[in-house]
């Protein structure tokens, strides 16, 4: 049941689970008031368990290695993909494979396009979550397009980022019409939106 779990928790589709309890020692059959407690699931290929019971006049505990096996549709590449670079839809592909870590592997492509990796991908890599980051989107000295919204009415003002940003980050940039200096989040690829009134450039 602990890889079933942790394979619905991670959204994997198709998955199929496999166990098999490494040969010890044998135990005396419980008939009953039987409890079995997770020690160490960390590797999948080597989980500890401790299996008790409780019947009358045959009580007992003893420890099991468990080695599991997880295969599931996954997301791999499939392209090489340079660490940092935006990964879109044609650089994955869905293939089937048995997973080292469950919990790190996605099914979902829709989860990764448009984010970066911070590693290089190779061709056939299985793709891993804590590998994806939101790519950066704004840099420093980069035109920017200000977009502002008020009551259905939209209006684009061309400036200049002081920082850098990711999706959703909030930077400083220079109105390049009037100089006024504002914080803005970053909406899309050198687009941003206010968030508070733009700060008027020193006097001279």
Do not use: Y
Request: charged share 25%.
């Amino acid at each position: 049941m602990h890889l079933v779990d942790l394979a619905a928790t991670a959204g994997l589709r198709k998955p199929s689970v496999e166990v098999a309890a490494l040969p010890r020692n044998t135990v005396e059959p419980c008939t009953q008031n039987a409890r079995i407690d997770a020690l160490d699931t960390r590797s999948v290929t080597r989980m500890r368990f401790t299996a008790t019971c409780d019947d009358a006049g045959a009580a007992w505990s003893a420890e099991f290695i468990v080695r599991g096996s997880v295969t599931a549709d996954v997301v791999v590449a499939a392209a090489d993909v340079r660490a940092g670079s935006i990964i879109d839809a044609a650089a994955l592909a869905i293939e089937r494979r048995e997973l080292a870590n469950v919990a790190d592997a996605l099914s979902d492509p829709a989860a990764i396009e448009g984010k970066s990796s911070r590693r290089a991908l190779r061709r056939g890599q299985v793709v891993s979550r804590r590998w994806l980051i939101e790519p950066m989107l704004v840099k420093r000295g980069a035109d920017v397009n200000i977009v502002a919204r008020n009551t259905g009415v939209e209006v684009h003002v061309a400036g200049e980022a002081l920082g850098n940003g990711r999706r959703d980050d909030v930077v400083t940039v220079r109105n390049k019409t009037n100089g006024n200096t504002l914080r803005a989040r970053v909406i899309g690829d050198n687009t941003v939106e206010p968030v508070d009134a733009p700060t008027s450039p020193p006097s001279r």
